[in-house]
């Protein structure tokens, strides 16, 4: 009989162990460990701590190969170009596997495709599997990463290891979650997610090698197993599909947890609001990807007075506390934002908050060693040379753009200069309300308020979108997003709104829900809104009605809407209000019936009833109008 260690070390032994040291590992730890040796074959093992050093070693390793270029203009900023084929999430490719297939996604109708998750049978995803981890990190280094979701010693907050034989994928979660060996003493023998990921490119290399991005495009997979809170990336070191701390782990798999547990994981920024009269207030708020979440957590407020902190700008993990408040926490520890359209106009805090110790992918590099994407043309010298994220000479005017759209900074949170000094509180903020979005070009109004918690559901089941290039769709199709979980969910979606409706509970103080849309286009195509700092006068109006305000709204069949003349609209010279706030019939009417149909065929008998009775509500609204 052997110790367990005992018979790790003896599978591990033969592979040299490059930094750290494996003895005093969790037992858990060690079993993961070896399999993960014995799985893909690496030629060391590098246990990180987390330190500065470490990541001067990483950087260092990476310059050297060519994969960063050091941005000369700023103090340890760099650029990275991915294979132009690795450049976004892959939604085809990602898959939760579960042996029920509905616990994973709902009964969708006869012949349709489900579009909230793909799921995948135990035996298929074996196949796929054995097709790929075998010996893939041959000739490359594990790196083994002890990572903490949300801050260490929080009770909100829960423990991952992630393997990569990526150095990039290593130097990015150390700047998005909290990387520490730390994280080894509080977990002790407790379970753990399990994260492996490879960009599948074993040595000796089969592909050419673009950009020193070794990366396996083809054969990209990316497999949840929320039953074993394990997850499995393959063939891509795009953020979303490698930095398995975040989309994977902090909503796929912590939305399983969290419905097992009875709290929530959610696409959500979280923001503090203090008032001209000194109230604060917390909110969090779900758009769909490149639809203004971290734009919003850091607001530049265009009303005096206002004062807005920023706690968190990608996903929020919320629980009720003892006394029935909704408190939320950021599980991660950095922004990964888009980077075009970010300037010192539309989001200075983050264009602060970049100005060291970041990466950015994809993007634009200027003559003088600084980053450029589309949005930024006026604060850069005039006809300075650009190279373009594909390595092509490039200038402002020039077909073409200068930054892939979806290229995205890395930064640490602690950097934002309005980050909320309570961002890292263990016991989260108190959240006073929910806000949904999306980019609707016509028909929806700037914003309006959930009659009930029920209510709010079922505008977040609704939710919509134009397609962005967060991910592989093209073109400008409407999109439904509910909840803007769509890419993101690790169950079946109609199980998710019931674990929302079960969240109502008598002696809890429920969050109101409200729905805004920055994005809606006059005749012309232009925004009817302004948007960005001057969405602080929609969260006066919404900080109003929190508190109950009733003077302020009006019923209308979707909801409550502003009162005219109730939104500070001083200083903004001519909006179209009456455009900006209509309700048209027919769209509404159209609008209803799409979705009522959408979740019909997508969740079918697993949506809760109450949600189609509310839809049916509002379209006979709009059918008696
Ligand atoms: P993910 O990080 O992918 O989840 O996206 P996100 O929700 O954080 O989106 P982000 O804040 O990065 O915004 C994406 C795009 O929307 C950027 O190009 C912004 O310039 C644009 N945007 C954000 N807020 C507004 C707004 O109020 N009005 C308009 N017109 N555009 C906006
Ligand atoms: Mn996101
Ligand atoms: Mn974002």
């Not at 941005?71 to 939604?91: F, G, I, M, Q, S």
């Not at 990316?222 to 782990?249: Q, T, V, W």
Request: net charge neutral.
């Amino acid at each position: 009989v052997y110790e367990v260690h005992e018979i790790v070390v003896q599978k591990v032994g033969h592979v040299p162990l490059a930094k750290g040291d494996f003895t005093h590992l969790p037992k858990k730890v060690k079993i993961f460990l070896a399999h993960c040796v014995q799985l893909c074959k690496p030629r060391g093992i590098y246990i990180c701590d987390g330190s500065a050093e470490e990541a001067d070693e990483i950087i260092h390793k990476l310059l050297e190969r060519g994969t960063l270029t050091r941005l000369t203009k700023y103090k340890n900023n760099y650029l990275c170009r991915t294979d132009p084929d690795d450049v976004a999430r892959v939604e085809s490719k990602t898959f939760i596997t579960t042996a029920n297939k509905y616990d994973s996604v709902p009964h969708v109708r006869e012949g349709v495709k489900s579009a909230l998750g793909c799921w995948m049978s135990p035996e298929d995803m074996k196949v796929e599997l054995d097709h790929r981890f075998p010996g893939c990190m041959s000739g490359r280094m594990m790196y083994v990463i002890p990572f903490c979701m949300g801050p260490l010693g929080s009770p909100l907050s829960k423990i991952g290891v992630q393997v990569t034989d990526s150095n990039y994928v290593l130097l990015c979660m150390r700047v998005m979650t909290r990387v520490s060996p730390k994280v080894w003493e509080l977990l002790g023998d407790d379970d753990f997610v399990k994260c492996i990921h490879s960009m599948g490119c074993p040595r000796p290399v089969q592909r050419r090698v673009k950009n020193h991005w070794p990366c396996n495009p083809e054969k990209v997979i990316i497999a949840h197993f929320p039953e074993e809170r394990k997850i499995k990336s393959f063939g891509s070191g795009y953020g979303g599909n490698s930095l398995l701390g975040k989309k994977c782990f902090a909503l796929r798999i912590a939305s399983v947890i969290a419905r097992d547990e009875g709290w929530m994981a959610e696409h959500m920024l979280i923001m503090s609001i203090t008032t001209p009269k000194g109230k604060e207030y917390f909110v969090s708020a779900a758009f769909p990807s490149a639809c203004g979440k971290t734009n919003l957590a850091m607001l530049n407020p265009s009303l005096p007075g206002f004062r807005i902190q920023c706690v968190g700008d990608d996903i929020a993990w919320m629980k009720f506390d003892e006394k029935g408040v909704l408190h939320g926490i950021n599980p991660e520890a950095g922004f990964f934002g888009v980077a075009p359209g970010t300037n010192m106009k539309t989001n200075p805090n983050a264009v602060l908050s970049f100005q060291e110790n970041s990466i950015f992918t994809n993007v634009g590099e200027t003559a003088d060693g600084g980053y450029f994407w589309e949005g930024l043309e006026d604060e850069v010298p005039p006809g300075i040379g650009i190279t373009t994220w594909l390595g092509q000479p490039w200038h402002i005017g020039c077909p073409g753009k200068a930054a892939h759209p979806n290229s995205r900074f890395t930064c640490p949170a602690s950097q934002c200069p309005i980050i909320h000094p309570k961002w890292e509180d263990p016991k989260g903020v108190p959240i006073s309300a929910i806000i949904f979005g999306g980019r609707r070009p016509t028909g929806v109004p700037l914003v309006f308020e959930a009659k009930s918690w029920a209510h709010g559901v079922m505008i977040g089941a609704c939710v919509k979108s134009e397609a962005t290039a967060a991910a592989e769709f093209q073109g400008k199709t409407i999109m439904h997003d509910p909840m803007a979980m769509r890419p993101f969910m690790g169950y079946n979606f109609g199980h998710y709104l019931q674990h929302w409706l079960d969240l109502e509970k008598p002696d809890r103080k429920m969050p109101k829900i409200f729905h805004v849309n920055w994005f809606r286009l006059d005749n012309n195509g232009r925004f009817l809104w302004p948007g960005f700092g001057d969405n602080i006068r929609v969260l006066d109006w919404i900080l109003r009605r929190v508190d109950g305000d009733a003077s302020i709204a009006v019923d209308s069949p979707v909801g409550w809407i502003p009162k005219k003349g109730s939104i500070d609209l001083s200083g903004l010279g001519s909006i179209n209000e009456d455009e900006l706030f209509s309700l048209p019939h027919d769209y509404w009417l159209e609008d209803s019936r799409e979705s009522r149909s959408f979740l019909k065929s997508q969740v079918g008998p697993d949506c809760p009833p109450i949600i189609y009775r509310l839809l049916e509500d509002q379209e006979a609204a709009f059918v008696k109008q």
